[in-house]
């Protein structure tokens, strides 16, 4: 089987923890290239994964290698400049979260995806978790019934990715931990609902640690008076379709006991949590309340779904089954413009009329 000619756009932080390993792990794959704007960056990757081509200028890169797919892995504002000109050029795009820091521009990117012919997959590791790939199966599978309520966060102690960074620049990042770490559990907790439709989004964002250098997350160290424009907390509420909600509350500082990371669903038959990654399962069977908790960790070779795999197995079989398509990166944009517009309006952003709802008594 011929091998598919992968080159890697960024070589940052998540580029070398999760990109590269993942496509070199891959036999029918080969890394062809590696592209960053600091040339050392790009040429210590290359030095460090034994790939022979380095560049400072993706289209080069991409006119040159002539790669079948590519990872875009570089700041947030990049994603869909990159991504299109990618699918332009006939090549697939993995692309980290989030797809876009707009809805209208992950709306270019369907678009240049449907002229182009291309797949794009958005890196959205924590759908392909054991628990998360588990919990999805076992919903879907109905044992949670309807799904009225539900919590999603990710709080952390001191966890600012560096202050002065781009990360902490609005026009880069897109905003601050709601558009970062909620682009991870705001998006599962809506993908296990099945992505709802939203009524309305009512946000609320802070700015509480912005002048302190302690909060800084392990190996972010930052640049001292360095530009911070984005909320270091986020918190709101989702009005969802059918008369359900999600309670959502993020900060990369806040003064909290630990750190948690959180997904909480309350169903008409049954519940589940996955709180710092254990995964928790709630019903009742023949009139006795009853918790499960699978195992998924038992088995350290155990990998349901494989993030690469999965997506070189769509690109070679032509697949539509992506467990992260550029449509739900348009979905999440939507939410995070409509967040970040009530949160400086300081009133709830209506996305579709909503629905009245009547008890019986
Ligand atoms: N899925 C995850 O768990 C996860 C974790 C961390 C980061 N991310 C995402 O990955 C992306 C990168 O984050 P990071 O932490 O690696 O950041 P980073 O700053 O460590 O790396 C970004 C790299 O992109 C390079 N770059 C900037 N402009 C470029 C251009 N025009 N062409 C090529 N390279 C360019 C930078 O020089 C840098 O090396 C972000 O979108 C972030 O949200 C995802």
């Known amino acids: ?9 960024g070589a940052g932080g998540n580029a070398e923890k999760k990109h590269i390993h993942g496509y070199k792990n891959l036999d029918d794959v080969e890394v062809v290239a590696i592209c960053d704007v600091e040339a050392t960056k790009a040429s210590a990757m290359a030095k460090r994964h034994q790939v ?30 990159i991504t299109e000109y990618a699918l332009s050029r006939g090549v697939h795009v993995h692309c980290e979260k989030p797809l876009s820091i707009h809805a ?59 202050r002065g960074t781009w990360f902490t620049d609005k026009d880069r990042s897109g905003g601050g931990v709601l558009i970062d770490l909620g682009a991870h559990y705001l998006d599962l907790a809506l993908y296990l609902m099945g992505l709802p439709d939203v009524h309305y989004v009512a946000g609320r964002i802070h700015q509480n640690f912005v002048h302190t250098t302690t909060r800084n997350r ?47 669903l309350m169903g008409t038959r049954g519940g589940a949590s996955l709180v710092n990654g254990v995964l928790k399962l709630f019903g009742e069977q023949d009139g006795i309340c009853l918790d499960l908790t699978p195992k998924l960790k038992l088995n350290p070779n155990l990998q349901l779904v494989n993030e690469f795999r999965h997506f070189v197995d769509n690109i070679r079989h032509g697949g539509h089954t992506l467990i992260a398509p550029a449509e739900d990166g ?22 579709q009329a909503p629905q009245s709802v009547t008890l019986t008594r």
């Not at 999440?332 to 400086?344: K, P, T």
Request: no cysteine; hydrophobic share 40%.
């Open 104 to 162: 209208d521009e992950a709306r270019r990117i369907l678009q240049a995806r449907e002229r182009s012919g291309k797949q794009v997959m958005i890196g959205l590791n924590n759908r392909f978790t054991n628990e998360a790939v588990y919990l999805k199966k076992w919903i879907d599978e109905g044992h949670l019934g309807d799904i009225y309520s539900a919590k999603a966060g990710w709080i952390r102690r001191a966890g600012i990715p560096g």
């Open 52 to 81: 022979a081509n380095v560049y400072t200028d993706y289209r080069d890169m991409i006119e040159r290698e002539q790669p079948d797919l590519v990872s875009v892995v570089t700041p947030n504002f990049l994603h869909a400049e």
């Open 218 to 264: 392990n190996g972010y160290t930052g640049i001292a008076g360095g530009l911070f424009n984005v909320e270091d907390a986020a918190s709101g509420y989702l009005g969802l379709e059918g008369g359900s909600s999600l309670a959502l509350d993020f900060s990369w500082a806040s003064n909290i006991e630990e750190d948690r990371f959180y997904v909480e």
């Open 330 to 351: 348009v979905y999440f944009a939507q939410i995070v413009d409509a967040f970040y517009e009530s949160a400086a309006s300081g009133m709830p952003v209506i996305l």
């Open 1 to 9: 089987m011929d091998k598919l000619k992968y080159a890697l756009i």
